[in-house]
């Protein structure tokens, strides 16, 4: 089974003035979302097939409950500086297939989830080192026509679509079984050893030649 990216998350502040940066260099900011129940919330930047979210606990009682504490979201939040990895990568099915699920997973039904969806969650969500991945079958393009009535996608910088994901951490030589599933089902992302938790996103073929580092600021570079 192929999946592909749907989106992909950074931990922040509270409130994401990390995004202003972001905002500066010449993305087109989206709609913001909170999740209740879970106690997060985001700011968003999207591109015409996934888009870039900036999360934060809002809620720390909600981010800690039973129904939410195996994610461990408040504990990798919490740590984003202290070792945990700040990153999340939520994959969807490519086209309108809905084959196995593509790693080890459980299913995780938060509150702002209308039934019968569900998230799969990977099964290293309890690593806090390593990104949070997970797998929607309801996920969509941004592109699709009910999402692109919702949201920009153009901006100013000129970036169109997300080519590859490549995701640098400390921890890169002790992958789970999670992880190794999606490198093998997801050609455009990939994992490799680095000093530091950063992650690279490449853009329509990388044609141009550019490139943007977003640090310290955020861990993010944009190759284009």
Request: with cysteine.
């Amino acid at each position: 089974m192929r999946v592909e990216l749907d989106h992909f998350f950074i931990r922040t502040s509270v409130g994401a003035p990390e995004a202003d940066r972001l905002v500066e260099f010449g993305l087109s900011e989206g709609a913001p979302n909170r999740h209740p129940g879970q106690g997060t919330a985001n700011r968003r930047f999207f591109f015409s097939n996934a888009f870039l979210e900036l999360l934060w606990v809002e809620d720390p009682a909600e981010a800690q409950s039973s129904l939410i504490r195996r994610a461990r979201l408040w504990k990798r939040w919490s740590r984003r500086s202290r070792g945990s990895s700040p990153f999340g990568i939520c994959l969807r099915p490519v086209g309108q297939q809905a084959g196995e699920i593509p790693f080890p997973a459980w299913e995780y039904r938060p509150p702002y989830l209308p039934d019968p969806l569900v998230i799969q969650m990977g099964a290293n969500s309890e690593v806090p080192t390593e990104p949070l991945l997970f797998y929607i079958k309801f996920g969509r393009r941004a592109d699709s026509a009910e999402e692109s009535r919702r949201q920009p996608l153009e901006h100013v910088a000129g970036l169109k679509a997300v080519a590859r994901l490549r995701v640098s951490s400390p921890h890169a030589d002790a992958a789970s079984a999670v992880r190794r599933a999606v490198k093998r089902q997801c050609p455009c992302l990939s994992f490799v050893a680095g000093s530091k938790d950063c992650v690279e996103i490449g853009f329509d073929g990388e044609t141009a030649g550019k490139s943007m580092d977003f640090r310290p600021t955020l861990p993010l570079i944009f190759r284009w």
